[in-house]
C-alpha cells in the first residue's frame, strides 16, 4: 500500500481556518485520497475523499496538488469540537478496508 | 449511512477466557470490517467479514485466535479467543456500501473496549 505522511500534531485557535497536510509521493494513478477523523472515545468517522480534482463538502476541503504528492485537508472554522486525530489514507477504490497511519492529533484551543 | 452498533461497549475478562463482540448494522451493507486499536495507537485492520464463507485474515492475526462470522448482510461477530492482557484494545467494526462509482466511504461502530486481567 502507499504510505502517507502527516505531522504528528498540530495546534489551531477556535473559529480560524486550519490546514492539515499529508504527503503521498508514492500514490498510485488509482489511489484516491480519503480524510477520516477520530474523535476522542469514538469510532472514526469519514470527512471527504478525492481523486484528482478539490472536493468541497460541509465538513470540510480537500486540495490536491496538482502531481498528486500532497494533499491539504482544510477546515474552513475550527471549533473545539474538531479536535481529533485526522488521518490520510489512500485506497484503491471501494471494498478495500483502510490503511491507518499515525494520523495528525489536532489541537483547538479557544 | 449507516447506523451501527457494537455489543458490548467495554468489558473486563481474564485471561485464558474468551469474548464475543457483536457488530449489528441498521441496514444491509457490502463489506464488513474489523479492525483493532491498541492504547495509543491507531486503527490495524484484523479481517475482511464475507458474507456466507470464511473470513480473510491479515497479516499477523489467525483464525484460531480471532474467529469471525458474518450469517447475513448485518451482522457479524469477532471473538477474542484465549486472552492475554496483549489483547486490551478497542475493537472497531465498519462497513461500507458499494454502488456506483469508487471511493466510498465507510462507517465506523463505536467500538468495544475490552481489557484483559
Known amino acids: 500500500d502507499a504510505k502517507t505522511t502527516q505531522p504528528n500534531s498540530m495546534e489551531s485557535n477556535e473559529e480560524e481556518p486550519v490546514h492539515l497536510p499529508c504527503n503521498h509521493s508514492?500514490?498510485?494513478?488509482?489511489?484516491?485520497i480519503h480524510w477520516y477523523r477520530q474523535l476522542p472515545s469514538q469510532g472514526p468517522e469519514y470527512v471527504i475523499h478525492?481523486?484528482?480534482s478539490n472536493v468541497n463538502n460541509r465538513m470540510a476541503s480537500l486540495a490536491i496538488a496538482e502531481d498528486r504528492k500532497s494533499s491539504t485537508l482544510i477546515l474552513h472554522r475550527a471549533t473545539l469540537r474538531d479536535a481529533a486525530v485526522y488521518y490520510c489514507?489512500?485506497?484503491?477504490?471501494?471494498?478495500?478496508?483502510?490503511?491507518f497511519g499515525k494520523g495528525t492529533s489536532l489541537l483547538v484551543t479557544p | 449511512s449507516a447506523v451501527i452498533s457494537q455489543k458490548p461497549s467495554r468489558d473486563i475478562c481474564q485471561r485464558g477466557t474468551s469474548l464475543t463482540i457483536q457488530c449489528q448494522v441498521d441496514?444491509?451493507?457490502?463489506?464488513m470490517f474489523w479492525y483493532r486499536q491498541q492504547p495509543g495507537q491507531s486503527l490495524t485492520l484484523i479481517a475482511t467479514?464475507?458474507?456466507?464463507?470464511?473470513?480473510?485474515?491479515e497479516s499477523g492475526f489467525v483464525i484460531d485466535k480471532f474467529p469471525i462470522s458474518r450469517p447475513n448482510l448485518t451482522f457479524s461477530t469477532l471473538t477474542v479467543s484465549n486472552m492475554s492482557p496483549e489483547d486490551s484494545s478497542i475493537y472497531l467494526c465498519?462497513?461500507?456500501?458499494?454502488?456506483?462509482?469508487?471511493?466510498?466511504?465507510?462507517?465506523f461502530g463505536p467500538g468495544t473496549r475490552l481489557t484483559v486481567t
Open positions: 441496514s444491509q451493507v457490502t463489506m
Open positions: 508514492t500514490i498510485s494513478g488509482t489511489d484516491y
Open positions: 489514507i489512500l485506497r484503491e477504490g471501494s471494498g478495500y478496508a483502510l490503511n
Open positions: 478525492g481523486l484528482t
Open positions: 467479514a464475507n458474507q456466507g464463507s470464511e473470513a480473510t485474515y
Open positions: 465498519s462497513v461500507e456500501f458499494i454502488g456506483s462509482g469508487n471511493g466510498n466511504e465507510q462507517y
